[in-house]
């Protein structure tokens, strides 16, 4: 499942250093090491404008050591780039030098660089973003404008929660927003279209606001927040102790003196810009430059689609067929542009579960839908996805989840539930191989469910065929038939 030749992103910023190895599909690719040391080298920046020695050391020993496991692990290329705090010291050059001497080449990203970046990356994984991008890091904050998966225009601004510090006094930061908004001419711009939040800081800040809301499925990518409730996550923030958001899965202690003064600032940028909602993206500066390396081909890709084929590669018994089943059950199915997209999904993963024990095989679907790494997919998404493996595998028409279940309106789960007795039928007709599909079809022909196969064929027209068909019929409220073709 995982290509044979990775490749690193080493990212030195104000906060953290992060190196994050990359394999597998070329459109997504897949996460194979991730690990950050919170450095801190911006921490000191606002006092003395230089970066502080103990920083310097710390990140140092983590960059020594992500070089050596770089080599170990046959990383065919590793890029290094540096944001604001390195950018802005006064002895960054001297930083740098002490980087080279490690073994590394660090670029020091200028901001309308580090603002692009995260534009792309946002786009890389939810394609038809529309609004405005917010990465928020130690030393700065970047505002990006997205649409028809490009980046407009943009902004570096120097709003980074170690520059700020302890949150503000009220007002005033609300002020300062406002004013650097209107300069970029972006304050129109972000009016009744969703913002974009990027950065580890708001990451932790969503999380925080699923544990309180008890979301069944808190996943971060593509969690959406009303606009006001940054104003309400306010007064959580004050009422918990540190031991109460240490005890928040995910959320790291490093994380928490930020969170205070993250909130404040999204407060301040909905006030600024107005957005229709708040939507955290996983996908950030690393994965904007892997991204913008890609050809325009390989961009137009839809994400989820791609990572779908590749893990249903990886773990099906046969040769990929997903986009083959696929195009087998639509004719009887009548799906929107974008539940299709999701179908799609569901057949390229219809084979993942076979190495399973067979009375877990639903289990497994289940699994795989909801906790994948995917991208440019929702949570209601994810739960139908899972509705339709949970079918195909034999779990029936009701997940075992109610609250995760309950993410998703009643239609919206009989759809996922009609792709997964479809794709039932279609593997158990074919055997979980192409050949099967290929000379045959399935038809609505009036108030009939009519499944065609070759003559040459007949013999796959079996009992556990038939079972299958019918029950599919059923759920469609059609009579089945099966017939053979000349």
């Not at 394999?23 to 502080?52: D, H, Q, Y």
């Not at 430059?289 to 137009?300: E, F, V």
């Amino acid at each position: 499942m995982f290509a044979s030749k990775p490749v690193a992103i080493i990212d030195i910023g104000s906060n953290s250093v992060r190196l994050v190895v990359y394999s597998g599909a070329t459109r997504i690719p897949s996460v194979i090491f991730n690990e950050k040391v919170m450095a801190g080298l911006g921490r000191e920046m606002t006092e003395t404008g230089a970066l502080g020695e103990g920083a310097q050391a710390r990140a140092l020993n983590a960059l020594s050591r992500f070089r050596r496991l770089t080599g170990q692990m046959g990383v065919v290329r590793t890029r290094v780039v540096a944001t604001a705090a390195v950018r802005e010291a006064s002895n960054g050059a001297d930083f740098l030098e002490r980087v080279r001497a490690i073994g590394l080449e660090p670029r020091v990203l200028t901001g309308e660089e580090e603002a692009k970046a995260a534009g792309l990356g946002v786009i890389s994984a939810i394609p038809d973003a529309d609004g405005i991008v917010g990465d928020l890091g130690g030393g700065s904050l970047e505002l990006v404008e997205v649409a028809d998966r490009a980046v407009k225009r943009r902004v570096s601004l120097p709003l980074g929660v170690l520059r700020l510090g302890e949150a503000t006094r009220e007002g005033w930061l609300a002020r300062k927003v406002a004013k650097a908004v209107s300069g970029a001419g972006l304050d129109s711009a972000g009016a009744g279209r969703p913002f974009y939040m990027v950065g580890g800081s708001w990451r932790a800040l969503a999380r925080v606001d699923m544990a309180m809301t008890g979301h069944p499925l808190p996943i971060t990518h593509q969690h959406a927040m009303k606009t006001g409730r940054p104003r309400q996550l306010r007064e959580v923030l004050r009422g918990l102790g540190k031991d109460a958001l240490r005890a928040i899965p995910s959320v790291s202690a490093s994380r928490i003196p930020t969170l205070p003064v993250a909130n404040q600032l999204l407060e301040a940028l909905v006030e600024a810009l107005r957005p229709s909602a708040l939507v955290v993206s996983s996908f950030g500066i690393r994965e904007g430059l892997l991204y913008d390396d890609l050809a325009r081909k390989a961009q137009a890709l839809d994400p989820l689609v791609e990572a779908a084929r590749e893990v249903g590669t990886g773990l099906g018994r046969f040769a990929q067929h997903g986009a083959l089943l696929d195009a087998w059950i639509a004719p009887v199915l009548d799906d929107s542009p974008k539940a299709a997209r999701l179908r799609l999904a569901a057949c390229h993963l219809a084979d993942i579960a076979w190495a399973a024990h067979p009375d877990f095989r639903a289990e497994r679907g289940i699994d795989m839908a909801l906790h994948g790494n995917w991208v440019a997919i929702d949570a209601p998404g994810r739960v139908m996805i899972a509705q339709a493996l949970f079918s195909s595998f034999g779990g029936g028409r009701d997940l075992p989840y109610a609250e995760v279940a309950a993410l998703c309106t009643p239609d919206e789960l009989r759809r996922a539930s009609l792709w997964g007795y479809a794709m039932r039928l279609g593997q158990r007709l074919s055997g979980g191989v192409a050949a099967g599909l290929e000379r045959s079809r399935l038809s609505r022909v009036g108030d009939v469910l009519r499944l065609t196969v070759d003559a040459a064929d007949s013999a796959l027209l079996g009992e556990p065929v038939e079972r299958r068909l019918k029950t599919l019929a059923g759920e469609l409220g059609l009579r089945p038939e099966a017939a053979v073709g000349r």
